[in-house]
Structure formats: structure tokens, C-alpha cells
């Protein structure tokens, strides 16, 4: 019974469904005109001008219920997490395969994702079972994957945004 609502920026609902049927959606983002949905085990796509749906990228094989969150990598690349089975997925938009990121055990239950394309770097907040969840980035580069725990803080971390050189983060737990 999952829906998408629009707000203006003063906060006034323009259309309390915006798109409807989805089942629990989660993280989301807006490329070239299309509106990307985690929902459950699959990426559903719609037109942001029509809000038909217009696509579905199905990563049930993996094994995944939980996607969570979605970061644009570039105009053809996202990033997906799967919370529930500890992946990260870069997700080719173009014909919708996917490949998952090698990690370290650093990265417990990833969940908020946020990417860093003059850097090359993809941060990640995770939210592991025993509530010492990390902040963590990796850095993608011709030698391979290299991986970072940046700060000893640990909890039950969600989202995440970078501004202005600050990394902000929420906690669950506290």
C-alpha cells in the first residue's frame, strides 16, 4: 500500500499520491526525468512527468527484500542498498543489470548510501543487527576498491548527506 507524495517547497501536499502501488518503498532519486524506487527486491521506474510507470529492474535473484537506498552514480548508474543480505549493487540503468561492490566486513548491513562522482567515492552509514553501525567510504579506482571506517563513532545509522564538506548522518539508537 506504499505511495509517493509531492510537497512543495513550503511543506503544502500537491498530490498526496503521486504514484501509487508500489509495496514499501524506500529510497529513491530523480534521473533525466525518471523517478527510481526501492521497493522490496526491485527498482521501479517512472515517468516524472506522466508518473506512469515506465520500467522495473527486478534484483530478486538476489535474494534480497529490503532494498533501501538509491544514489545516482551518473546519468546511467545507480547505486542500491540491500540492508537485509549486506550488498551494495551498482545498477546499470540502461538495460538493468547489476553487479555487486565488493566490501569488507567494515560494512555490516549497509543502508545509507551517498556518492561523491568528482572523488570517486561511495560512502555508505550501516545498520548491523547489534547497533554498531559504521561510517564507511570506498573508493573506486583503476587498482580496485579500497575501503575506509572514517570515524569510531557506532550505532543504528540510516541516512546520510554530505554539504559543504560536513557529513551528516541519523542514529536510531540514540
Known amino acids: 500500500d506504499g505511495f509517493i507524495m509531492k510537497l512543495d517547497t513550503a511543506g503544502t501536499v500537491v498530490a498526496e499520491k503521486f504514484i501509487e502501488g508500489l509495496d514499501a518503498p524506500k529510497g529513491s532519486a530523480i534521473i533525466k526525468g525518471k523517478f527510481y524506487v526501492a521497493d ?31 544514489v545516482q552514480k551518473d546519468d546511467n548508474t545507480i547505486f542500491v542498498s540491500a540492508t537485509d543480505i549486506n550488498r551494495i549493487f551498482e545498477v546499470n540503468l540502461t538495460d538493468g543489470t547489476f553487479e555487486r561492490i565488493e566490501t569488507t566486513p567494515d560494512v555490516q548491513k549497509p543502508n545509507g548510501l551517498w ?21 564507511s567510504v570506498i573508493t573506486f579506482d583503476t587498482k580496485g576498491n579500497s575501503f ?12 546520510i548527506a554530505i554539504v559543504g564538506g560536513n557529513i551528516f548522518f541519523s542514529d536510531w539508537s540514540r
Open 148 to 159: 575506509e571506517a572514517l570515524d569510531p563513532y557506532t550505532g543504528s545509522l540510516d541516512g
Open 40 to 70: 522490496i527486491d526491485k527498482i521501479r521506474i517512472f515517468d516524472m512527468a506522466s508518473q506512469d510507470s515506465v520500467g522495473v529492474i527486478d534484483l530478486s535473484s538476489t535474494g534480497t527484500l529490503f532494498l533501501n537506498d538509491i
Open 115 to 135: 556518492y561523491e562522482a568528482g572523488e570517486n567515492k561511495l560512502y555508505t552509514v550501516t545498520y548491523p543487527p547489534d547497533g554498531k553501525g559504521k561510517l
